[in-house]
């Protein structure tokens, strides 16, 4: 099973600055990895896919980068609807699909 | 416009059995493969299972190997997620989520890019 680790935990950053979370996969997933964004109280919703693509209706402030192991998500400018938990999931070797334990970005 | 929504959660004893449902509209449904998702509330994702479009194609996590099973209804436009001999520990936010579409050469390598809202199963005694 690959194994998903998201860094930092919990991030804290001020409206208007960049975010940049990181997230390691235990062996190589090529560029597998897809981003998503939940919100408390709603579902997860597809951020970034393939690595650095931007799934439909995604604003072009997110950007997405890495393959094999190491990935990052990147928020260019913070907006206050960004503040939320943000995981990593790997979809290259299944069963099972693997997601990170998620970052939480807070508002600083 | 793409809706997934989950029924069946509910309260339920260890070692006793639960059957999700998750209807869908606003796509072709019979031409893609569908996921279901759990969530601990307050904790993170795990993926539990998946099919083909055609049923062909399932997958689970070791977790419920065994214990469940996914299957679809194409007429009625319905995946469903049969659980047995529950578990204190499957207790969580179950979420079907949308997978490709039958002729995606990548085939279940892909993420999921439309979740319903969730169905919550407690089982406890």
């Known amino acids: 099973e690959v194994v998903m680790t998201q860094s930092p935990a919990t991030l804290s950053v001020s409206p208007g600055e960049r975010a940049t979370l990181s997230c390691r996969a235990s062996q190589s997933v090529s560029s597998n990895l897809a981003w998503y964004q939940q919100k408390p109280g709603q579902a997860p919703r597809l951020l970034i896919y393939a690595a650095s693509a931007r799934a439909t209706g995604i604003p072009a402030r997110f950007s997405g980068s890495g393959s094999g192991t190491d990935f990052t998500l990147t928020i260019s400018s913070l907006q206050s609807e960004d503040f939320a938990v943000y995981y990593c999931q790997q979809y290259d070797d299944w069963p099972p699909y693997t997601f990170g334990q998620g970052t939480k970005l807070e508002i600083k | 416009e793409v809706q997934l929504v989950e029924s069946g959660g509910n309260l339920v004893q260890p070692g006793r059995s639960l059957r999700l449902s998750c209807v869908a509209s606003?796509?072709?449904?019979?031409?893609?493969?569908m996921h279901w998702v759990r969530q601990v509330p307050g904790k993170g994702l795990e993926w539990v299972s998946g099919i083909s479009w055609n049923s062909d194609i399932i997958g689970f996590a070791d977790s419920v190997e065994g214990r469940f099973t996914i299957s679809r209804d194409n007429a009625k436009n319905s995946l469903y997620l049969q659980m047995n001999s529950l578990r204190v520990e499957d207790t969580a936010l179950y979420y079907c989520a949308k997978g490709p579409v039958y002729y995606d050469v990548n085939g279940f390598q892909n993420s999921f890019d439309n979740w319903g809202q969730g169905t919550l199963v407690s089982v406890s005694s």
């Open positions: 606003g796509f072709t449904f019979e031409d893609y493969a």
